[in-house]
């Protein structure tokens, strides 16, 4: 395998209470309901798909787009105080770029949040390609966003290993023929994994079941 797909939150960075905070937020001002049973069935999608669900049918595709824009800004304003990097991540993603291992980061997020996480986490220098909510035309589930970072590396998909660790990532990778690491993490059950080659916790955990054959390729190990 020659490639490494990587999605942002949850996976390289806890995220998850600035996202939720930040939701219901733009739903109290807007009197939704928007509860953490909603945010847990509906993270890893892209905001845009994700408000049409608990938003007012009769609104208008671009006053739920505005609701869509709002959240992403809250988002962003949150991110100093609430988001942190999660452990391992950056050494993992050093270990790989040693060993001149192509990576992508794969996020359902706009492409302004994603970039500016690239940037917080410091880890554009490693990166090959950024792959974006906005640069597709169907966010996770579809395998869009990894399909398009796969082709951006130049690598097949089939020799791609995603990290995500949402139901909707699993299945993106999934339904793009990768394989898949499950990374289990806050708020998730482990049935939403259930589509994944493997179910990992921890960057220590995932560093065990990888095996660097020469530059720019590794083996997947004791995979069950």
């Known amino acids: 395998m020659d490639g490494v797909l990587l999605d942002m939150d949850g996976v390289l960075v806890y995220s998850n209470p600035a996202h939720f905070i930040s939701w219901q937020q733009i739903a109290e ?31 208008s595709k671009e006053k739920l787009n505005d609701v869509a824009i709002r959240k992403e800004r809250r988002y962003l304003e949150m991110v100093p105080q609430h988001v942190k990097m999660v452990p391992g991540a950056l050494e993992f993603i050093r270990l790989l770029a040693q060993h001149e ?21 410091g880890i554009r220098p490693y990166l090959s390609a950024i792959v974006t909510g906005s640069d597709v035309a169907l966010g996770k ?14 690598v097949q998909p089939e020799n791609c290993l995603v990290i995500d660790d949402s139901r909707s990532g ?27 080659n493997l179910t990992v916790r921890s960057f220590d955990e995932i560093r065990r079941h990888i095996r660097i054959t020469s530059p720019g390729f590794f083996d997947i190990i004791d995979q069950e």
């Open 101 to 121: 291992i192509k990576m992508a980061v794969g996020s359902s997020g706009p492409r302004v949040n994603v970039e500016y996480m690239v940037d917080f986490t």
């Open 170 to 196: 699993v299945t993106a990778g999934h339904r793009g023929k990768m394989t898949v690491f499950g990374f289990f993490s806050e708020g998730h059950q482990p049935e939403e994994y259930e589509l994944a």
């Open 29 to 59: 001002e807007d009197n939704v309901v928007f509860t953490r049973d909603d945010f847990q069935k509906t993270f890893g999608m892209v905001s845009e798909e994700i408000v049409p669900l608990y938003w007012p049918k009769n609104w």
């Open 141 to 154: 589930p579809a395998p869009d966003i990894f399909l398009e970072a796969a082709r951006q590396l130049n």
